[in-house]
């Protein structure tokens, strides 16, 4: 009686439990996703309820005047187009020369894995600064040239231990052993037999590397000046700035109705510009969502 007692107690407090984990999970999802959902609700409704604070959970008088006005924007194409390069091709760059590194580290027998692995280390704390970088790209004649953004911090050190421990997770060794007795080199080895059973953390560190392409802001308004390899960022920067200079020209002009038009159209304009920003790598991140939860679980088992 007194078992069946505790079995019914426990299993109670496991019910209560998973209850209130549910109640959590779904307030923690309300609070992180509704921002976004304000800020998409809020693109498309009039900007006079928007700046009132009328707006809450649906839009109102729906209207895409903003995105029309963004799209009239002449370099927004082109920013798209060359962050899209970035992303792209940054990102599987990026995520090969990980590999590359990543592999020897996670071999016992590499006699510097320590001495390397010490000094990556070092460089996550303890960076030269940001004007010897600028003087060495400077030097190199990489600035304003679209590969800057694809050579300078070409691999992020958090990145290459998560694919170490990933490589050091799936029996690197016994299956190193093998493929050796049967005459296969380390080359061989590492592009026939690892990378094709490696698929979700080559998946997963591409998505970071291209997220990270993506959303990088300041080292492009640092090393790039010419419009032309001028990510998406810059731009809409940039298109924002010209809102704002224009609602301030109106203002100084003390034309009240051209000034009341401009503001609505830059509040408009500014909602608009975010979800341009971030909804294609929300596409990506959600297509993409399987490989990348599997790579991040099964590379932070082993270290």
């Not at 107690?9 to 019910?15: A, C, F, I, N, T």
């Not at 004007?131 to 694809?150: M, S």
């Amino acid at each position: 009686m007194s078992v069946t007692g505790r079995k019914i107690r426990s299993s109670r407090e496991d019910m209560v439990f998973e209850i209130v984990t549910k109640i959590l999970l779904i307030i923690a999802c309300l609070i992180v996703l509704y921002p976004l959902y304000f800020i998409i609700i809020a693109s498309i409704s009039n900007p006079d309820y928007v700046i009132s604070g009328k707006l809450s959970l649906f839009p109102v008088d729906v209207t895409f005047s903003g995105y029309r006005k963004i799209f009239k924007f002449k370099n927004l194409m082109n920013g798209y187009k060359n962050s899209f390069f970035y992303a792209i091709v940054g990102g599987a760059v990026s995520a090969a020369l990980t590999l590359f590194a990543a592999y020897p580290l996670s071999k016992n027998d590499f006699s510097g894995r320590k001495p390397f692995t010490i000094f990556l280390l070092i460089t996550m704390f303890f960076q030269g600064g940001m004007i010897p970088l600028y003087i060495v790209v400077n030097k190199l004649g990489l600035r304003n040239t679209p590969y800057v953004l694809l050579i300078v911090n070409g691999i992020q050190v958090w990145n290459l231990l998560v694919t170490r421990s990933y490589f050091k997770t799936n029996h690197i060794e016994s299956l190193s052993e093998a493929a050796e007795i049967d005459g296969c080199s380390h080359f061989g080895y590492f592009f026939k037999i690892l990378l094709p059973i490696s698929k979700p953390i080559i998946i997963t560190m591409v998505l970071f590397y291209a997220v990270w392409q993506w959303n990088d802001f300041f080292r492009a308004m640092i090393y790039l000046d010419k419009p032309d390899y001028q990510p998406l960022q810059i731009v809409l920067k940039e298109l924002l700035a010209t809102a704002q200079i224009s609602s301030a020209i109106y203002d100084l002009m003390e034309n009240q109705e051209a000034l009341t038009e401009m503001l609505r159209a830059a509040e408009q304009m500014k909602y608009g510009v975010i979800v341009m920003a971030t909804l294609p790598m929300m596409i990506v991140y959600l297509i993409m969502q399987e490989y990348f939860i599997q790579g991040i679980t099964m590379g932070s088992v082993k270290g």
